[in-house]
């Protein structure tokens, strides 16, 4: 099973940048999927971007394109999101997850492990 911990969430201004990572348990971490999803209070939560095991293929939310940019590095075990150009409406808890099965998926049910979350609030 792996086991996902998230971290670089902050407070930040509207226009600023933040690296998101994830760290993954395990060393089969290599052979998922990752995503990045979001979830604000009140709301559904909501797919950011996806990678598959290779990098190879990168899915992005059209509300997140341009601005963010997902990857990993499977020798340390981790996927990143980097934001940038924040905006208030970015303001969320923050999940990644891992998907064993593929294909490449924006449905948050696809996703078979997540991570505790970390908050990001972009004050305007």
């Known amino acids: 099973q792996v086991q996902l911990v998230e971290s670089g969430g902050g407070l930040v201004q509207a226009g600023a940048s933040l690296r998101l990572s994830c760290a993954a348990s395990?060393?089969?971490?290599?052979?998922?999927?990752m995503g990045w999803f979001r979830q604000a209070p009140g709301n559904e939560r909501e797919f950011v971007a996806a990678?598959?095991?290779?990098?190879?293929?990168?899915l992005y939310a059209d509300s997140v394109k341009g601005r963010f940019t997902i990857s990993r590095d499977n020798a340390k075990n981790t996927v990143n999101l980097q934001m940038n150009s924040l905006k208030p409406e970015d303001t969320a808890v923050y999940y990644c997850?891992?998907?064993?099965?593929?294909?490449?998926?924006?449905?948050?049910?696809?996703?078979?492990?997540w991570g505790q979350g970390t908050q990001v609030t972009v004050s305007s």
């Open positions: 997850a891992a998907d064993q099965y593929g294909p490449l998926s924006s449905s948050w049910y696809q996703y078979d492990y």
């Open positions: 990678i598959t095991w290779t990098g190879g293929s990168i």
């Open positions: 395990e060393r089969t971490f290599r052979n998922y999927h």
